[in-house]
């Protein structure tokens, strides 16, 4: 469907890293009257509620084979369900931001993963050298403090690189959802994240006695109808046009985005020390798409 990446490809890797960024946001504001895994179950039924209506609009409809199902459960487990309670629970007890410095491994992930195990992409040394570079800029946007409690609180700190490697095994996973309509990919996969989620909200949370304020309410839309179903949308067509360690890298743009936001809306100052983060991000990022751009078509 797409011979080669054009420039588009490129925006829309940096609208997903944006929606994605702003996550953290939304997720902040949420949780301040809706738990953990009820805002994740919101936010997944939310998200698949507007996508049945791009369906709808797309005259596109849900597979029917029991194959594919299975595959759109393993890649919600991946993308969704294992991921986000992994990071929603080490989040508990480790600072933030070394969470978001262990949040932003899974291109490294990735790389591990394709060169060792499944071989589908070609992995240059030069798209190495860009993972690492993107990986300091992070480090340097977050501050070099986030490092100072590595090694305390160990589990929660798995469970953080834990979500990182599952999305990684995500974006090696999606590839196998190529040919199918990006809509038709992310609808089933947060389907198969509701049926887990949803139950086990009503167990654990009992949502019906919660009394969320109107901003966590606005925050949880939000949260449903950008950083889910049109970040998923946006995912899932990337996977197929770019590649998984290309769309991995969007970890690092996430991390520069979330400080520019924090700027730009909550008047947070952007130091020396995150400039030369952010340029550094952007640069790794550039370094692992740029055999792409030289060759004109994805390996």
């Not at 060792?116 to 340097?140: D, N, Q, W, Y």
């Amino acid at each position: 469907m797409h011979k080669k990446p054009r420039w588009i490809e490129y925006a829309l890797l940096l609208l997903l890293a944006t929606l994605w960024g702003s996550s953290y946001l939304f997720i902040k504001l949420a949780l301040e009257s809706v738990p953990a895994i009820t805002l994740i179950a919101a936010r997944v039924m939310l998200a698949c509620l507007f996508l049945g209506v791009v369906m709808r609009w797309q005259q596109v409809s849900l597979p029917r084979d029991t194959q594919m199902w299975r595959l759109l459960f393993l890649q919600s487990l991946l993308n969704a369900t294992g991921a986000w309670l992994l990071l929603t629970w080490g989040q508990q007890y480790i600072d933030s931001g070394l969470a978001g410095v262990l949040n932003s491994t899974s291109p490294l992930f990735v790389v591990l993963i394709t060169v060792f195990i499944s071989r589908h992409e070609a992995v240059t040394p030069l798209k190495i050298l860009g993972v690492v570079i993107g990986f300091t800029g992070v480090v340097f946007i977050i501050g070099l403090g986030a490092l100072e409690e590595l090694g305390q609180q160990v589990l929660a700190q798995l469970a953080a690189v834990g979500g990182a490697m599952l999305y990684a095994c995500a974006a090696i996973n999606g590839k196998k959802f190529k040919g199918h309509p990006p809509v038709v990919t992310a609808t089933g996969t947060l389907l198969c994240a509701a049926a887990v989620l949803v139950p086990a909200s009503l167990i654990i949370d009992k949502p019906w006695q919660l009394t969320p304020t109107s901003s966590s309410v606005m925050s949880v839309v939000a949260l449903a109808l950008f950083s889910t179903a049109g970040a998923f949308l946006l995912y899932f067509r990337l996977l197929d046009t770019l590649g998984s360690l290309r769309v991995a890298s969007q970890a690092y743009l996430r991390a520069a985005i979330s400080v520019l936001l924090g700027v730009a809306i909550l008047g947070e100052q952007l130091t020396p020390t995150i400039t030369v983060g952010i340029a550094c991000a952007l640069g790794g990022v550039a370094l692992i798409n740029l055999t792409s751009i030289n060759s004109g078509h994805p390996k």
